[in-house]
């Protein structure tokens, strides 16, 4: 029986076939997500019941159905041999990630107007340049972030934390919870783009893909929140 190798054993061309691969998933699954965003906007009822879990608790109910399907994306992702639930994983979270952004993006076309789109557009070139750069460091300089795991799960409890009190007792996190959230979801894309380079085996580009789309969704999740509030 073979055995399976993390990525920092592999050759030189073993590794890049294998960034080749987590990289190639990452914008299928960004190019999933658009079209799914696309397919769930025209449909009004599906629109229509997204935007009603905005008000008080049903926000909360939603954040926690969304963190459970994400634990259950995760772990067909990572713990299943079968290469299908990898993909299943990946695919379940793509559209629980479109459903949860409905209201975000509904908010922000409305706000902006015909603008709404420019808005998009302009969330979307920051969070891939930020994504970019952040992506280079890490494999410019070879550093391991797994010592962000601790700081990153502390930073997200207390992040849940607030978000709760918010909805519970109705007041704005305002724009300085939005930006530090942005600074968590840039620590989590160095976290999850080191895994990819020390952490991750051979086999696991798809799971390496989801972390990626993961972070990178919650970076885009606060820069068009940010944008819409301006």
Not at 70 to 98: C, D, I, R
């Amino acid at each position: 029986m073979q055995t399976v190798k993390r990525v920092s054993e592999l050759t030189e061309e073993a590794r890049a076939t294998f960034y080749k691969k987590t990289y190639a998933h990452l914008a299928g699954a960004v190019l999933l997500f658009i079209l799914v965003e696309t397919l769930f906007f025209q449909i009004d009822p599906i629109v229509n019941f997204a935007l009603s879990l905005t008000q008080g608790y049903l926000w909360l109910l939603m954040l926690g159905g969304f963190m459970l399907v994400t634990s259950y994306a995760e772990k067909l992702a990572s713990n299943s041999t079968n290469t299908q639930m990898h993909y299943l994983g990946l695919l379940l979270y793509v559209v629980a990630e479109a459903f949860i952004f409905i209201p975000l993006i509904f908010i922000a076309m409305q706000m902006a107007g015909n603008g709404g789109f420019d808005i998009l557009n302009q969330a979307a070139i920051l969070t891939l340049s930020l994504f970019t750069g952040l992506t280079a460091v890490v494999f410019m300089t070879k550093k391991d972030f797994s010592f962000l795991k601790s700081i990153l799960a502390i930073g997200f409890a207390i992040a849940l934390g607030l978000i709760a009190a918010g909805i519970l007792f109705g007041f704005n996190l305002g724009l300085w919870f939005s930006a530090g959230m942005v600074v968590l979801a840039s620590g989590s894309i160095l976290y999850q783009t080191s895994n990819i380079i020390h952490k991750y085996q051979e086999d696991q580009y798809v799971v390496a893909s989801l972390g990626l789309f993961a972070s990178l969704m919650l970076l885009f999740w606060y820069i068009l929140s940010i944008l819409s509030n301006d």
